[in-house]
């Protein structure tokens, strides 16, 4: 018997059949949605005592070539009187360190902060651009804790900031953090392209009217064998006189064998270095080939080291094993008499 299929049966029979139709292409994936870049890192302000800070510093030139800071003065004739001012001061006085001024770098945008200044007649208004973070005087080696020595102590509470883009240089003197921001006792600016002074008679955050950063012994100069630059230095008593690259005095004292803010000293050629350990020998090698120069009153015979751990061996110039003797005052290598010269 003939069996006879429906046709729609039939029909659905070869719509089944393997091979008769193609199968619906499937919906499309959509592509992976593409990884956001990451937001580029900030600029921060970079402590002194970091390699980011020595690295950046390695590059930068701190006031020109020819600027007194930058100096050789190894064969300036001596001044007509070394002998006898290194008497008043104190020939058998040791030669000191102080470990005293940090520093901080900060980037091109960092903000300005208004500075309530109290010496407003020899300051440069601002505002500055001062950190949260910004070090005083003598942290972090003097253990006090950052957030309370910017507000609490004593002493001349120096802060050094340094704008290492825009190679600008700021510095305060007795600064205080406050519930309502930052004030200080004087604070000047520096173009750290030019070798303008201050106005003659004014002030800085130093005495002497001279900048305090680039004088600091920093620790990559000493780990690269030589401080390549004149240092501070500061003595008891100072004249009421200031000679070039000096703008100030800050003493009432008229003696002309008691040196000037400004005058220039420098180790002798034939001290024998070669008894301290490295670090120290760098600085030696620079008081030799640059020499230190009167900036404030303190401690005899004192030049100021930036508070960082990472250099070694500051002990050995303990006990005398450098004295006033060991010195020598060089004739000033700008006007020696004059306005530079006040008395």
């Not at 230190?292 to 100021?304: K, P, T, Y």
């Amino acid at each position: 018997m003939r069996i006879f299929v429906p046709i729609a049966l039939a029909s659905l029979l070869h719509a089944c059949s393997p091979g008769t139709e193609k199968p619906a292409a499937p919906p499309p994936v959509p592509p992976p949605a593409a990884a956001k870049a990451p937001a580029p890192t900030k600029p921060k302000p970079i402590l002194f005592n970091t390699p980011e800070a020595d690295a950046i510093l390695s590059t930068l030139q701190i006031f020109p070539k020819d600027n007194p800071w930058n100096e050789d003065i190894s064969e300036r004739p001596l001044h007509p009187d070394s002998d006898k001012i290194i008497d008043t001061i104190g020939r058998n006085l040791r030669f000191r360190w102080n470990h005293d001024m940090p520093f901080i770098l900060v980037p091109p945008d960092q903000p300005r902060v208004p500075l309530d200044i109290e010496y407003r007649d020899e300051s440069d208004p601002g505002p500055y651009p001062i950190p949260d973070n910004a070090p005083l005087e003598g942290w972090p080696l003097c253990n006090v804790p950052l957030d309370q020595i910017q507000r609490q102590g004593e002493g001349d509470r120096h802060i050094l900031v340094v704008d290492y883009e825009n190679k600008k240089l700021y510095e305060t003197f007795y600064t205080f953090r406050t519930d309502k921001g930052w004030k200080a006792g004087s604070a000047a600016i520096f173009d750290l392209t030019s070798n303008k002074l201050r106005p003659d008679t004014w002030t800085s955050a130093d005495a002497a009217g001279l900048p305090i950063f680039p004088a600091v012994v920093r620790y990559a100069e000493c780990e690269r064998g030589m401080v390549e630059h004149a240092m501070r230095v500061t003595f008891r008593k100072t004249r009421r006189a200031y000679v070039y690259p000096a703008t100030h005095y800050a003493s009432p004292h008229k003696d002309p064998l008691l040196p000037r803010m400004g005058d220039r000293f420098r180790l002798k050629k034939d001290f024998d270095i070669t008894r301290f350990p490295p670090h120290v020998q760098a600085i030696l090698k620079g008081l030799k080939k640059y020499g230190m120069i009167v900036a404030d009153n303190g401690i005899e015979w004192a030049i100021s080291i930036s508070p960082d751990a990472r250099i070694k061996g500051l002990e050995t110039l303990d006990h005398k094993a450098v004295k006033g003797n060991d010195f020598e005052m060089i004739a000033t290598t700008g006007p020696d008499e004059g306005p530079r010269a006040k008395k």
